[in-house]
């Protein structure tokens, strides 16, 4: 047995966290232990403090300290309008570009046969009881342009057809993009959703 074992195990356990490989992790281990009562330590210590009270929402499915989020327990937020999301990191996305002011519903991915996620399987139901519940007017399905997003949109808009404005987020040019480098999907539904000037 290596006499580093420990630090192994904790390079394996960071290599398999999003964005890190193996040596990225070994970079990240060897500095944290470099600077360990200025990283190390508090980070363990914050690690382990979210571990024990990091919770779901039970309202939306985002994460927070409390049963319900920050978002759900503002009361500003109650305008009306829902913004369906896949998941959480879609949710800090959006709320990092502090445009939205309504509330959201996670969904917890999306639906794909291939991989036997139906409705049951993600917070469907869930939305649609807060519909039933709550005084939404507009739902806004800000999902992913992949075959599974558009397939949980359309499952979605076919459930609450006539209950609630259905919306999508428009899709297409990219601020700053560059027609050269875009794929024939995003050019196709650029020039679809094309607007007067």
Known sequence: MSANHDIDTLIDMMAK???LGPRSARRAVLHLIR????????LAQMMQTVAANARECANCGNIG??????????????????CVVED????????????????YHVLGGTLSALDQVGPEEL???QLI??????????????????VDGQTTAHYIADHLDGRVRLTSLAQGV???GELDYLDDGTIT???TARKVL
């Open 174 to 176: 990219p601020i700053g």
């Open 35 to 42: 600077k360990r009562e200025l990283r190390m330590t508090p």
């Open 65 to 82: 300290n409390a049963e319900t989020c920050d978002i759900c327990a503002d009361a500003a937020r109650a305008d009306g309008t829902i």
């Open 123 to 125: 917070r469907i139901p």
């Open 129 to 146: 009881g807060r519909i039933a519940v709550e005084d939404i007017t507009e739902v806004i399905l800000a999902l992913g342009a992949t």
């Open 189 to 191: 539904a650029a020039l």
């Open 17 to 19: 966290l999003p964005g």
């Open 88 to 103: 959480v990191a879609d949710l800090w996305a959006m709320e990092r570009a502090a445009v939205f002011k309504g509330r």
